[in-house]
């Protein structure tokens, strides 16, 4: 079983509508949560940290920790084409001292 | 502040030649990391320094050796590439403070092609 988990998608949404992009992962103490968001051919960017169950708001961005089901979520509200990018979910796990991504989901968001 | 740093930005190599890729960041941060991403694999930890004068293996460090020359600089060295090592390669690091596990900082990678 892989560490983090990520629908790889594609994932398509109409301009002006939300984005919804899930990540579960296996190691039940982890702590820290991030999202980044990759453009073809560039390297990952930071777009959200979490670290406490909730929602935490961003802009337009939500992101979404459950730590009792092991997943965290990030929502775009009003996609525009310039957030079609590959969203990667990164998470540190207890005992280490570095991050576990996922595969990406990749988002294309329509005109 | 340019960031993360790496050199060169595209590489073609043939079987067995060595190389080195070289990163450095001008943030003063203490922790260094070497991924590689390929299709479908997402970015895995090749390895990683916590701090100046240490390194440990991540999750495929077999083929790659690092050196952590100071506090800016984290090199990753093939000694004899393989085409399995065709792969984009990021540097990444952060500034390790007490408390909560803060963000990664990545470099713009390295195209390597191995034939």
């Known amino acids: 079983q892989k560490e983090v988990e990520q629908n790889s998608g594609p994932l398509s949404v109409p301009e002006g509508a939300i984005a919804s992009l899930n990540c579960t992962y296996s190691?039940?103490?982890?702590?820290?949560f991030f999202w980044y968001r990759q453009y073809s051919g560039k390297s990952p960017e930071l777009i959200m940290s979490i670290y406490s169950n909730g929602d935490k708001e961003d802009g337009r961005f939500t992101a979404q920790l459950n730590k009792a089901s092991q997943y965290v979520s990030l929502l775009i509200r009003d996609s525009q084409p310039s957030d079609s990018a590959t969203y990667l979910c990164a998470v540190k796990g207890s005992g280490a001292n570095n991050l576990f991504f996922g595969t990406g989901t990749r988002l294309t968001v329509i005109p | 502040n340019a960031g993360v740093t790496q050199t060169p930005k595209f590489q073609v190599l043939k079987t067995g030649q060595s190389m080195t890729l070289q990163c450095a960041q001008d943030?003063?941060?203490?922790?260094m990391y070497w991924y590689r991403q390929d299709p479908g694999m997402g970015l895995r930890l090749i390895y990683y320094s916590a701090s100046e004068g240490t390194t440990d293996k991540g999750e495929v460090p077999n083929g790659y050796n690092v050196s952590r020359l100071n506090k800016r600089e984290f090199s990753l060295r093939l000694e004899s590439a393989a085409p399995s090592q065709t792969s984009v390669y990021f540097c990444?690091?952060?500034?390790?403070?007490?408390?909560?596990?803060?963000?990664?900082?990545f470099g713009p990678g390295t195209r390597l092609t191995v034939l």
């Open positions: 190691d039940r103490g982890s702590q820290s």
């Open positions: 943030m003063n941060h203490n922790s």
């Open positions: 990444a690091s952060r500034n390790r403070l007490a408390g909560a596990y803060n963000e990664q900082f």
